[in-house]
């Protein structure tokens, strides 16, 4: 079982940027894929980008593809997501997410689009871009 905070979140000006942190608590960090997503007022949940279990793999949807950048540190039980040009619409309430996926398939297969397939998430935090 995981425990994720995430934390990074604030107010930034269009074309600033952020870095947001998801730790974790538990056993097995490096055996999970994790996402990271977003929630804006009055609209679904989406997700924007995955990592897997090693790091090695990667992907996001065009929406915010060359803007945020996924990684993370398994020795420091962190995942971090760089977010860069900031836009208003990238406002929205931030989460992560573990996935119990070793494999990179999952990533492969725009594993940010199946919420459903994640176990764990954290409370997440809010990021407001606006001048």
């Known amino acids: 079982q995981l425990q994720l905070v995430e934390s990074g979140g604030g107010l930034v000006q269009p074309g600033g940027s952020l870095r947001l942190s998801c730790a974790a608590s538990?056993?097995?960090?490096?055996?999970?894929?994790i996402g990271w997503f977003r929630q804006a007022p009055g609209k679904e949940r989406e997700g924007i980008a995955c990592i897997s279990s090693s790091g090695g793999t990667t992907n996001y949807p065009d929406s915010v593809k060359g803007r945020f950048t996924i990684s993370r540190d398994n020795a420091k039980n962190t995942v971090f997501l760089r977010m860069n040009s900031l836009k208003p619409e990238d406002t929205a309430v931030y989460y992560c997410?573990?996935?119990?996926?070793?494999?990179?398939?999952?990533?492969?297969?725009?594993?940010?689009?199946?919420?459903?397939?994640?176990?764990?998430w954290g409370q997440g935090t809010q990021v407001t871009v606006s001048s």
């Open positions: 997410a573990a996935a119990d996926y070793s494999s990179t398939w999952f990533v492969e297969d725009s594993g940010y689009n199946r919420l459903y397939e994640y176990d764990y």
């Open positions: 538990g056993n097995n960090f490096d055996h999970y894929t």
